[in-house]
Structures are given as C-alpha cells and as structure tokens.
C-alpha cells in the first residue's frame, strides 16, 4: 500500500487528494474470489508460496505459475533502492496492444494489492484465460490504448471494481485498517510476458521493470525466475526477510 507520501510521478495528485481504498489482505482465498468476480477463470487460484528456496515447498504449487505477487514493510533501504533505480528512469509513456506488458500507474491510496492482481491477470497467457465481457475484460481493452495516466483514471473511475474490491477487503480474517489509513505495506508483482521477459511490474514505479530472460519452459517460479525476481529483490532491499508471497497458477478444483 505504501500511501503516506505524495506520488513521485508528475501531474498525479498528492496522496490526500486521491481515492482510497480499504487494503487488501494478503490471503488467497480473498485475492481469488475478488479476481473471480471481476471475470478470471475459475481455472486459476492464487495459492500460498511458503519458500522461495525449498524445492519441496515450491512443488505444492502447481504449474506453470503465471505471477507472483510479493507483500512486505516499506523500509528505508528499499525505499533508498527504489529511489536511485527510479532516477535513472524516464517515465514510462507506453501504450497500445503492442507493449510486453500491461502496466498501470497506482494512484489509488492502498490499492498495491488490487494493484498486484490486475497486473497478474492482465498480462501473460492469464490474459487469455479472462471472461469475455466481464468488468475485468472491459479494464484491459479500454486501459490498453491509453497512456499510463489515463489507464489510472480507468481505474479510478470504475464503480464495479470499487465495489468488488471492498467486498474482498472486508472480509478477511483480521480487521480491515480504514481506507485512509496510512499502511506501510505494499505489493509488487512478476509475470512472465509472451516476448518471455521477467517483468516487475509495480504501480509506484516510474513503469515496468525487465528483469531478466526465461526459457521456454520457464515460468515465474523457475529458478531463473527467482534468482532475477523475488530473490533479487530482496537483495536490493537490504535482505529483510519480513516478507510473504502468493502465486496465481491453475486451480486444484
């Protein structure tokens, strides 16, 4: 979530000034009926990763795995990280069906989670696996030909996804903060995309990141994967292991 600052980005609002959203637990069950109701196939879940190291922990997970979402505290060393990464950056002005990703700017305070999930199922082969018509299909076509501030007002704008995000965020096992709380927890999210780049993809960013190449057979949790992504990640964090991972694959049912 991550919202007690004014967004770095030009001609975004301060923080005070923006819609806020209740944060969303990260619990799977909650993240796959909210991406269900916005129109993914029940053919995919989000499941619990409890390692990222642990082959043996890894196979509970069925695959391919198509994203990983991560959630952790906002230290000073991944904000000192971030902020020198991003300054060498331009802004990202991409648009159009021609893009590897599908990437939105979060100007919604404590929406990182929705965020996470909107970019895990807008991008790579979950992309194809998302309800003709639903309020999730509507997002991507009207977000995809637009520039990067104009796909936040998609967002923004949108009553149906409001409304199914606060169904998610009140029901989860521990009480929900308000939505104008300060939360120093936020979400980040890999996919791998059809040109088979590793990308991060992260609404606080100034766009979205290329991590790396996978193979063919490759996917988000392969070590490759891993050892570009998360692991990488945390890294460039200061190593603080207060962190935790869910991944969107296909469905035990």
């Not at 169904?167 to 979400?187: K, M």
Request: charged residues 25%; contains cysteine.
């Amino acid at each position: 979530m991550a919202s007690n600052e004014a967004d770095p980005h030009g001609g975004v609002p301060a923080a005070s000034d923006r819609p806020a959203f209740i944060p969303l637990e990260a619990n799977p069950e909650l993240m796959t009926t909210l991406l269900h109701k916005l129109g993914l196939s029940t053919s995919l879940q989000i499941h619990d990763v409890y390692s990222l190291t642990d082959p043996d922990m890894l196979a509970f997970i069925p695959r391919p795995a198509l994203a990983l979402l991560m959630v952790f505290p906002v230290s000073a060393a991944y904000e000192s990280a971030r902020l020198a990464e991003d300054s060498l950056l331009e802004d990202y002005s991409g648009k159009g069906p021609q893009e590897p990703v599908l990437w939105f700017r979060q100007t919604i305070r404590n929406a990182c989670g929705l965020m996470g999930l909107l970019h895990a199922a807008g991008n790579g082969p979950a992309r194809q696996l998302v309800e003709e018509g639903s309020t999730l299909d509507k997002i991507i076509k009207d977000a995809t030909p637009l520039d990067p501030v104009a796909r936040a007002r998609v967002l923004e704008t949108n009553a149906e996804l409001a409304n199914a995000h606060k169904s998610a965020a009140t029901q989860g096992d521990t009480e929900a903060p308000a939505a104008t709380d300060d939360v120093d927890l936020h979400y980040v999210c890999f996919v791998k995309a059809e040109d088979g780049g590793l990308w991060e993809l992260d609404g606080r960013r100034k766009g979205p990141l290329k991590r790396g190449e996978l193979g063919k057979d490759e996917d988000v949790l392969s070590q490759t994967a891993l050892t570009l992504g998360p692991l990488k990640f945390l890294e460039r964090g200061g190593g603080d292991l207060r962190f935790s991972c869910v991944a969107l694959a296909g469905s035990f049912d």
